[in-house]
């Protein structure tokens, strides 16, 4: 099983998958993606080639963790990120948001996929200048985007996606642990 936290920019899913990693002993990956992204020189508005490389990315994560199931991991980021930034950056509308969800749908790409929606926002207003994509930070399109995208997935009849309010406390660490016990023995 592949457990992909999802969720906007500082709402704590590393922090958070980093804690269920080392609490559950379940490995953790974060694909380098603002990486590549600039190494390949992709543009971030209006581009096709940066939503299918991104979708193109997750799709086989998903054939994979289907057809080859082996050792669990966490994944930071996965399918949900891919539309909801695919639509605030004008990649793609709704419409094809909807039909990329309908291919997930079609092949089961969710069979050994479990998605964990982290919501809250990271106290700590400080500069971090992580990314390219920093600008969007505290931006309430990108939670009501996810929201938007969650419930699109929810429409097409895909409910495994677990969801969290981060509080940045210890409560919603055990919270966190509590939900993640729930997911393993469901």
Do not use: C
């Amino acid at each position: 099983m592949v457990y992909v936290f999802e969720g906007p920019r500082n709402s704590g899913k590393t922090f958070l998958s980093e804690y269920i990693s080392d609490s559950f002993s379940i490995p953790r990956f974060q694909f380098k993606f603002a990486n590549f992204f600039v190494d390949l020189n992709l543009k971030s508005e209006d581009s096709k080639e940066a939503h299918a490389f991104s979708l193109g990315k997750e799709f086989m994560l998903m054939q994979l963790a289907k057809d080859i199931p082996r050792e669990s991991f966490i994944h930071d980021r996965g399918i949900l990120t891919v539309l909801v930034w695919g639509l605030l950056e004008g990649r793609i509308t709704e419409d094809e948001a909807r039909d990329q969800i309908e291919i997930v749908k079609k092949y089961s790409l969710l069979d050994e996929i479990t998605i964990i929606y982290i919501n809250g926002e990271n106290p700590d207003k400080s500069d971090r200048s992580k990314d390219q994509w920093d600008h969007i930070d505290g931006d309430a399109r990108e939670r009501d985007t996810y929201e938007k995208v969650i419930s699109m997935f929810q429409e097409a009849g895909l409910h495994k996606i677990w969801a969290i309010t981060n509080k940045f406390d210890n409560q919603s660490m055990s919270n966190m642990s509590s939900m993640f016990d729930d997911i393993l023995f469901n």
